[in-house]
């Protein structure tokens, strides 16, 4: 167990549809980071919070967003899903440094 | 397209027998390297960092070494066992102050160990 908790684990839904993922970060990190992983495109860096204020986006479609809560645990909503979103979605926290410490992922299915 | 690539998609190799996996980068600015390895269902897990001002590190089994004049970072595993099994991602990043960008990625290599 890293200590960084996603969830649900898998989520199978419908094209048009919207989606919410869920990861508490390790206790102490302040920053969560969300990647996506897919078969062609390997681990992408989506978007970054840090103390509850977004800090970095990386490759985040339009139709994704995030945010983190007081209590430092962050949302990915996903809305308008196409077939193309179906992948491993990470959350990974960190306390400043660079080394992240992920979460099992949540794995989408888009039908 | 990426600044962080790896060679080879998958190295097979004898249990016992050491294991070399190697990466690419392109980003001279990149100041930190770090190697995570990916088990069948679960997340990366941290193996090994180095940062730019050495070039090479060792850790249990494993040794990072990198090699700023062509750009190449190589993570060797002595003694391979069939936990090792996995896929390993190099990453690099500019801040090496902080997280600020998070890590960018190679697409990975796949490591299977044959018995």
């Known amino acids: 167990d890293s200590g960084v908790t996603q969830t649900p684990k898998h989520l199978i839904t419908a094209t048009g549809q919207r989606v919410t993922l869920r990861c508490s970060p390790r206790?102490?990190?302040?920053?969560v980071y969300w990647y996506q992983q897919s078969l062609d495109q390997g681990l992408q860096f989506l978007i970054q919070?840090?103390?509850?204020?977004?800090?970095a986006k990386g490759n985040i479609l339009e139709r994704f967003s995030a945010q983190q809560f007081p209590d430092l645990h962050s949302e990915l909503n996903l809305s308008s899903l196409e077939l193309g979103d179906s992948a491993l979605y990470f959350c990974?926290?960190?306390?400043?440094?660079?080394?992240?410490?992920f979460g099992a992922g949540s794995r989408l299915t888009v039908l | 397209g990426e600044s962080v690539g790896l060679h080879l998609p998958t190295l097979s190799v004898q249990e016992g027998d050491n294991s070399i996996i190697n990466c690419a980068y392109s980003n001279s600015a990149s100041d930190y390297f770090i190697w995570y390895k990916q088990e069948s269902g679960k997340g990366p897990q941290f193996i090994i960092d180095i940062r730019s001002n050495m070039d090479k590190r060792q850790g249990q089994r494993v040794t990072v070494l990198l090699n700023k004049t062509v750009k190449h970072l190589s993570l060797q595993i002595a003694a391979t066992q069939p936990g090792d099994s996995a896929v390993y991602f190099c990453a690099e990043n500019i801040h090496s102050g902080g997280g600020a960008d998070g890590l960018t990625f190679g697409k990975g290599t796949h490591l299977i160990i044959q018995p």
């Open positions: 206790s102490g990190d302040l920053s």
């Open positions: 919070y840090y103390n509850g204020e977004e800090r």
């Open positions: 990974a926290s960190g306390s400043g440094a660079n080394v992240l410490t």
